[in-house]
Structure formats: C-alpha cells, structure tokens
C-alpha cells in the first residue's frame, strides 16, 4: 500500500482506569486497563472517503484522535504519505511532528464548543495559517480569511463577525473553513453532523461533497449514522468493541453485510422505508469493554456463535469485496 | 384514520414567552387529537416548537412561559386549567412522560425499586408489598432480564437502555392512557433504540395506550407513528397518516425535509436541500412562515398566512401545495 495517503497497522490504545494507588493496594484489585482500540488496520487513498461506524464506546473517535495525534498509540504505526507519524520508528520533537500533520486537520461534533466564542470568525479561520507560518501579514490574513469563509458558502465579510451571531450549520461550515486554511489534503471528522438538523445536516454534507470533488480531500468520516455514512463514504469499517469486523466498500457493505454485527446493525436503523413493517428487536447490548467476552467479542449476542467462537479471535480476513472478522463467514456456515 | 373519540383533544394551543422585548409566542394555535392505541408522531427541526407543545400536555411548561390561549382534553376532561396540586395527581395517573435522557428522569440516591413504589403508591391504592410486586412485573414487562434481583439496583447500575426501560415503567406505573414521549431514543444507540421503538408499539398495540412521540428523526417516526404532524416555526404545517406525509407530502417545508433524509437504501448523488435555517421566535416572517426558504413561493405567500386545509391523503398549511412528491420514491 504504498499509494495509500494515510495507513494504520495494527494500531492500539489502551487507557489505564484503574482505580487509586491506594485503593488498590487496600482492596487487591489489579490494574484496569480500558481497551479503547484494540489493533486496526486502515488505508485511506487520495480523495477517499472511508466512513467509520459503529456504537458508543466501540473505539471510532479514539481512532480518529489517534489520526490527528491527540492521543499517542499505546502499539502499531500511523503513516500518513508513507511518512511514519507515530509509532516506534516516528520522528522525535514536536516541531517534526507538526511539520508531518500540516496536510491533515479535523472537524469536531459541537460547532457551539469547538469555536472560541471571544475571537472573531476571521481570526478563528486564519489561526491554523498563523500557528503554521507566523510572519503572514495581516492584509494577507485578511485575503485569505475572506477566500475561506467564500469556500464554505459564507460571505467574506462574516468574518468581523462573532461565532455567537451564527446558526449551528453556519458554525459547522465555521470549522470547516478553519480546516481548509492549511489546504489540508485530509481531513478527519468526528460526527461532523450529529448536533444538526437534519435540513442543515443535508447542506453540510452537500458542501462536504463539493468540497472533496474541487480540493481532492480525503475525508475519514466518523459516525454512529449509519444513513449519513451510507450517503457520504466510499468504503465503510465497521468497529465492534475496539475492532474492525467488517471493512468493504460501502455498496457491498450495505448491499451484502456478511459480519452479523452489521447486519444486526443495518436491522436496527429506522429507515423511510420501513413504514408499517414489523421490527425484529435486536437482542443485548454492547458488553462491557473493561471486561470484554473472550473469543470473538460478538459472540454473546450472535446467532451464529459456535465453540470457536466462544475460544478463538477471529481476524479480518478477504470474503470477496469485503474484509470480514467472522468465523463463520470464514467457515462458510454464513 | 381511526373513528372513536379522541382520547386526548388540544385545540387552538398558544404557548406563549414573555420577555423584556415582547412577548413570544413559541406554539400558535396548535390543534390536533390521538385516538386510544394510537401513535401521533410530532416532528419537525430545533425550535420549531415540538417539544413545547409536549410539555404542555403533561403541564410542565417553565415558567413564565404559559399557555396563553386554547384547550386541551383528555378523555373529555378539560385539563390545561387544572390547579397544580390536580395537574400533578393527573401525571403519571392518566399521563406518563419519558424524556430524553434516562439518567435525569431518575433519582441516583435511590434504588429503582423504591422509586418504582413510590410513584405507584402515589396513584394507586396498593401496599407497599403489593407496590413491590408491581415494580417488579413492570420492570419484567419493559423486558429488563431477573427483574426480581434488578429491582434492588441503583440508577448507576443500569446500562444507558435499561435506563430508558426503568424511566418506561416508572411512567407505565399507574397504567396511564397517554403516553407523551419526547426523543425518547435520541440519546440512545441504534440497536437499544429499536428495542425502546418495539417496546412502546407493544404497548400502544396491546394496551390501547395513546403515544405522542416527539422527535427530530424521521426514520423513527416512519417505523412507529400512525399518524404525523409536522411543524415549522410554532405551528403544524402538514398532518396526516405516515406514508403519505412520507412518501406523497405535499407542504414543501415537509417534501424537502423528507428530501434531505440520507437513506441506507437508496443512492443519492445530493441530498434535497433547504437552504437556510428555522426563523428565530424573534424574526418569524410575515405570511407563510417557510416563505422566505421555499422554493415554490408565491408573491401572496409573504402576505397572507395559509390555514390547513385538505390536500389529498394530507392536511397542509400551503398556498401552493406540491402535486406529488419529488425526490422521494413511492413504496
């Protein structure tokens, strides 16, 4: 993969939740070491779209800031441009570090938070041009501020304005415009769309595609939404409990979901379509990550799960378009 | 849809807000009924006054909003001018409310078990042993597995699902004929949420409980709703059965919401866009309040305001009212 713009081999992250020194010497009770990813293997292409689903607390988001380098994988490497940027083998010091992520920025979830509300817009837009090149004069700033905030669809002359004077998807292309400054090659999102309604959520995920066509961006697109995914992503993964189960391109995936979990999953979404049809309820939940099953971490709520399941990890594997993490797939009982 | 007497009738509601600028009206005139066993499904974006209109059913709204105007019955009682001390009796009685999110709806300090009996004994007249056994049927009947050992559990030691099963059956306690549900699944994951969707149809089903369900996902609508009503800027623009404000909507404010709908069946190269977003209560447009966004204004769309009148399947709110539904596919 040596075309790939972004490859994560066997990356993981692990949080230590244990409780106090002293507590656990006092009760005996060993460390908790929280799972958070649990080796992933990613590549993303020039102007790719790779979507990321999956439920709370399946590891999405800590991917997302593994990419990004706000949290330090725990194993694995990240290579972004066949650069490595984390790992044993990356480049110490933070000015390195800095130099590597110029091409990647992200976009978070809640414009009302991720927007400092005592700046201006121009001044928010243009921090990311600032922090990068600190000699830019302020009529240069002002250029490009203007040129940004146009991109996204907003006036140049918003910029005097403040974050307060605008509605969540005017913020939401805000943030937008403020990744864009460093003409980023990728940008990861984390639920990009989830704080907005849904008539927004169409006119910024419009602006997403237009963006990609015009600029090439690739986007890792991170979102519980599996709609939403369906709509934007050009291959999807699917993460259960700090794993990928099932990563294909996204019209395999929702045309022919071969892991259970996803098909579990594509069950469950309420759609349009669906009026008037009885609903198959899904059974359980998502264990427990501190202590999750051994084996194969589905098998408790899967139909299919047989004593290999029970004992054995399965690892993802090729099944046609798609790679799929399923001992029964791999077995052809699926 | 169904011909039996409305088991709740609100009629002309007017929720108004008074402010140091004047006063805001955040629901104008507000009408619509719910038959027993049946499910009203209440949308529209942040703001559009949804929400509002659910609280002041269960007369919860916070002051100094008020209901300003209008009436709203419940099996022929009329209720929006009960006292508190009533109103109060009548939640949970006849009214249960499930909120958005489980973990405020319950009391940390206290197992489920006790606030199970509590709300019981307050309706009922059981004993506290009696009151127990109850909580615990209620609890196996929203499907929470050892009911019997659970029950003794605090808040903290249930999962974010289960949470919502609990606050279910705490407002399923006295066996109530409404159920007014707002985003009830939002804050949930996909396969909880199709839980909580499977469990209140059980009810509206078996029980002939009425459920308003207020939501901004339409995918949740179209699955459980019998009947829906769209609302935009404080006031119901479209109402009618599900599959046809789905599928043959005809208010344009509707036709371009169900447009900007990604769907997991269908490949869309653009999603529908509506550009622009809700009025502020502040700034609510003269005429139509949608005029402004909509593409198929007319010049007297700024002028006059449309009542809702009967558009085909529908009910809409439109001067110039979509023939059928572009951008949607027919079933």
Redesign the interface.
């Known amino acids: 993969m040596t075309a790939a713009l972004l490859d994560l081999s066997d990356v993981a992250r692990y949080f230590d939740v244990s409780p106090p020194w002293l507590t656990r010497t006092l009760e005996r009770r060993p460390r908790t070491i929280l799972k958070a990813v649990d080796g992933v293997d990613l590549a993303l292409a020039r102007g790719e779209t790779l979507g990321l689903v999956g439920?709370?607390g399946c590891g999405k988001s800590t991917v997302a800031r593994l990419i990004v380098g706000l949290h330090a994988p725990t194993r694995g490497t990240i290579r972004y441009q066949g650069q490595v940027l984390s790992g044993p083998a990356a480049p110490p010091g933070a000015r390195a570090q800095r130099r590597l992520r110029r091409g990647m920025q992200m976009i978070f979830q809640d414009p009302y938070a991720s927007l400092n509300p005592r700046w201006r817009v121009r001044d928010i837009v243009v921090e990311p041009i600032r922090a990068e090149a600190p000699g830019t004069g302020g009529a240069d700033l002002d250029r490009r501020a203007a040129a940004l905030l146009e991109q996204v669809g907003l006036a140049g002359a918003d910029g005097v304005k403040y974050p307060h004077q605008f509605?969540?998807?005017?913020r939401q292309r805000i943030s937008i415009a403020r990744a864009l400054s460093t003409e980023p090659q990728l940008l990861v999102c984390d639920e990009p769309t989830s704080a907005l309604?849904?008539?927004?959520?169409?006119?910024v995920?419009?602006l997403m595609?237009d963006l990609q066509r015009r600029l090439g961006l690739a986007y890792v697109f991170i979102s519980?939404?599996?709609?939403?995914v369906?709509?934007?992503a050009d291959r999807v993964g699917v993460m259960y409990l700090g794993r990928i189960v099932e990563l294909a391109p996204a019209?395999t995936l929702?045309g022919v979901p071969r892991h259970p979990y996803t098909r579990?999953?594509?069950?469950?979404?309420?759609?349009?379509?669906?009026?008037?049809?009885a609903?198959v309820?899904?059974a359980?939940?998502?264990p427990n990550p501190l202590d999750p099953p051994a084996g194969c971490a589905f098998h408790p709520r899967c139909p299919h799960a047989n004593e290999r399941c029970r004992r054995e990890r399965p690892v993802l594997r090729d099944a046609g378009a798609a790679a799929v993490a399923c001992h029964a797939v791999e077995e052809g009982r699926l | 849809m169904t011909q039996t007497t409305p088991l709740l009738d609100v009629r002309g509601l007017r929720v108004e807000f008074p402010t140091r600028r004047g006063t805001l009206t955040a629901v104008h005139d507000v009408s619509f009924a719910i038959a027993p066993g049946e499910v009203l499904g209440v949308v529209g974006?942040?703001g559009a006054g949804k929400s509002l209109t659910g609280a002041a059913i269960i007369g919860l709204i916070d002051p100094p909003g008020r209901i300003a105007a209008g009436e709203i019955h419940l099996a022929g009682r009329r209720i929006d001018n009960l006292p508190d001390e009533a109103m109060r009796k009548l939640r949970g009685r006849e009214i249960g409310a499930v909120f958005q999110d489980p973990l405020t709806s319950l009391n940390p300090l206290y197992t489920i078990g006790r606030q199970l009996t509590e709300t019981i004994r307050t309706h009922l007249p059981l004993s506290e042993s009696a009151a127990r056994a109850r909580a615990v049927e209620l609890l196996d009947e929203v499907g929470i597995p050892a009911a019997g050992r659970r029950v003794d559990h605090y808040p903290h030691q249930f999962?974010?699902?289960?949470r919502q099963r609990v606050v279910i059956a705490l407002a399923l306690a006295a066996k109530p004929r409404l159920i007014v549900a707002d985003e009830p699944t939002t804050a949930l994951?996909?396969?909880?949420?199709?839980?909580i969707?499977?469990l209140l149809?059980g009810l509206a089903r078996e029980h002939g409980t009425a459920i308003m369900l207020v939501t901004?996902?339409?995918?949740?609508i179209?699955?459980?709703a019998d009947r829906v009503a769209v609302m935009y800027a404080g006031r119901i623009v479209e109402i009618g059965p599900?599959?046809d404000v789905?599928?043959r909507a005809r208010h344009p404010y509707t036709v371009?919401?169900?447009?900007?709908?990604?769907?997991?069946?269908e490949?869309?190269e653009?999603?529908?866009?509506?550009?622009g977003?809700?009025p502020r209560l502040t700034a609510i447009p003269s005429g139509c309040a949608f005029h402004p966004r909509c593409p198929r204004r007319l010049p007297r769309c700024a002028e006059a305001r449309p009542e809702l009148s009967p558009q085909g399947a529908t009910r809409a709110a439109c001067w110039n009212p979509a023939a059928a539904a572009p951008g949607?596919t027919a079933?």
């Open positions: 439920e709370s509605s969540g998807g005017q309604d849904v008539s927004v959520q169409a006119q995920l419009n595609r519980h939404n599996l709609a939403v369906h709509h934007i019209r929702f579990m999953l594509l069950d469950a979404v309420p759609d349009l379509e669906m009026t008037g049809k609903r309820a899904v359980g939940e998502v | 974006e942040s999962s974010g699902g289960m994951d996909v396969s909880i949420q199709s839980q969707i499977a149809q901004h996902d339409m995918g949740v179209a699955e459980m599900v599959a789905v599928h371009g919401l169900m447009g900007s709908i990604p769907s997991i069946v490949d869309r653009r999603l529908a866009q509506i550009d977003a809700m949607v079933p």
